[in-house]
């Protein structure tokens, strides 16, 4: 058996550019990654299904990326013998909050199993496989905190120096499926790069259309704001501040109301 770290990012920009002709959107973004992880523990065992438990009981087998990249890569490999596991996640990352913690759960699972199996199989061949399970799932089998662009596949390895956030969870689930439907693209587009990031830090294209449908989160935005700096991340629902400090992150989330879930952590620049 081997136990897994499976971190969670946040995107300290997300500026959408075009809807694509296959539906997906082509997009520029920063993937931090952050130490807020989910455990994963993976045991190769006999049987002919892939064996899924976690502490989180919202989550089953049915439709979960763990489950799919465990046979999206026993399908790659086309083992000649039974070739299974037994996976147990212990969930820390909230769901739906927009810090990609299905998607690093899944670059985990080839990772340790690519391992465990013996595979053998080059970095470059995990994300070909990762990015049939989606596009976040590629920066975190590549390790590193990133530039990316085109649907988020496409990345430039990038450090900033250690940054502290204080990341918000405000319990709501927000599905970025859906809320990629419901966007539409505006007329002037800008375009963030390496070059400018820093002077857009904390945009977010999706911050409007989250805002308008959960009054929490445009609350907790001008929150953040009144007191110093307040984005949301990927496709919300989680909002963060950032900091050169662990004690102003401290101090900021005492103005954070206890109905909602906080974490103060830090850059990784990388996993």
Same mark, same amino acid.
Request: glycine letters at 8%; hydrophobic letters at 35%; a positive charge.
């Given at each position: 058996?081997?136990?897994?770290?499976?971190?969670?990012?946040? #995107?300290?920009?997300?500026?959408?550019?075009?809807?694509?002709? /296959?539906?997906?959107?082509?997009?520029?973004?920063?993937?931090?990654? *952050?130490?807020?992880?989910?455990?994963?523990?993976?045991?190769?065992?006999?049987?002919?299904?892939?064996?899924?438990?976690?502490? &989180?009981?919202?989550?089953?087998?049915?439709?979960?990326?763990?489950?799919?990249?465990?046979?999206?890569?026993?399908?790659?490999? !086309?083992?000649?013998?039974?070739?299974?596991?037994?996976?147990?996640?212990?969930?820390?990352?909230?769901?739906?909050? $927009?810090? $990609?913690?299905?998607?690093?759960?899944?670059?985990?699972?080839?990772?340790?199993?690519? /391992?465990?199996?013996?595979?053998?199989?080059?970095?470059?061949?995990? *994300?070909?496989?990762?990015?049939?399970? $989606?596009? /976040? @799932?590629? @920066?975190?089998? &590549?390790?590193?905190?990133?530039?990316?662009?085109?649907?988020?596949?496409?990345?430039?390895?990038?450090?900033?120096?250690?940054?502290?956030?204080?990341?918000?969870?405000?319990?709501?689930? @927000?599905?970025?499926?859906?809320? %990629?439907?419901?966007?539409? *693209?505006? /007329?002037?587009? !800008?375009?963030?790069?390496?070059?400018?990031?820093?002077?857009?830090?904390?945009?977010?294209?999706?911050?409007?259309?989250?805002?308008?449908?959960?009054?929490?989160?445009?609350?907790?935005? #001008?929150?953040?704001?009144?007191?110093?700096?307040?984005?949301?991340?990927?496709?919300?629902?989680?909002?963060?501040?950032?900091?050169?400090?662990?004690?102003?992150?401290?101090?900021?989330?005492?103005?954070?109301?206890?109905? %909602?879930?906080? %974490?103060?952590?830090?850059?990784?620049?990388?996993?």
């Amino acid at each position: 058996m081997i136990i897994r770290k499976s971190p969670a990012k946040i #995107n300290l920009f997300l500026n959408i550019i075009e809807k694509r002709d /296959d539906g997906y959107h082509n997009i520029e973004t920063y993937f931090q990654f *952050i130490n807020l992880y989910d455990e994963i523990h993976i045991n190769s065992i006999s049987g002919n299904v892939i064996e899924f438990s976690s502490n &989180n009981k919202s989550l089953s087998a049915s439709g979960n990326l763990c489950v799919k990249a465990a046979e999206i890569l026993k399908d790659y490999i !086309k083992p000649k013998n039974s070739l299974n596991a037994s996976i147990k996640l212990i969930k820390n990352i909230p769901i739906g909050a $927009g810090l $990609g913690g299905g998607s690093s759960n899944a670059a985990t699972i080839l990772l340790g199993l690519n /391992d465990l199996w013996q595979c053998n199989l080059k970095k470059s061949e995990l *994300i070909s496989l990762g990015k049939e399970l $989606g596009s /976040d @799932v590629p @920066v975190f089998i &590549n390790g590193f905190s990133a530039f990316g662009f085109d649907t988020g596949i496409s990345l430039v390895q990038h450090s900033i120096e250690k940054k502290f956030f204080l990341v918000i969870y405000p319990r709501i689930h @927000v599905s970025s499926k859906i809320m %990629y439907s419901k966007y539409k *693209i505006k /007329d002037c587009i !800008k375009h963030i790069n390496l070059d400018n990031m820093h002077h857009n830090i904390g945009y977010n294209s999706f911050e409007e259309l989250l805002c308008f449908e959960h009054p929490e989160i445009k609350e907790l935005l #001008n929150l953040l704001r009144k007191n110093g700096n307040g984005s949301i991340s990927g496709s919300g629902s989680c909002l963060f501040s950032i900091f050169d400090n662990e004690e102003s992150a401290r101090n900021m989330s005492k103005f954070i109301p206890n109905k %909602y879930q906080t %974490y103060i952590v830090h850059s990784l620049n990388r996993i």
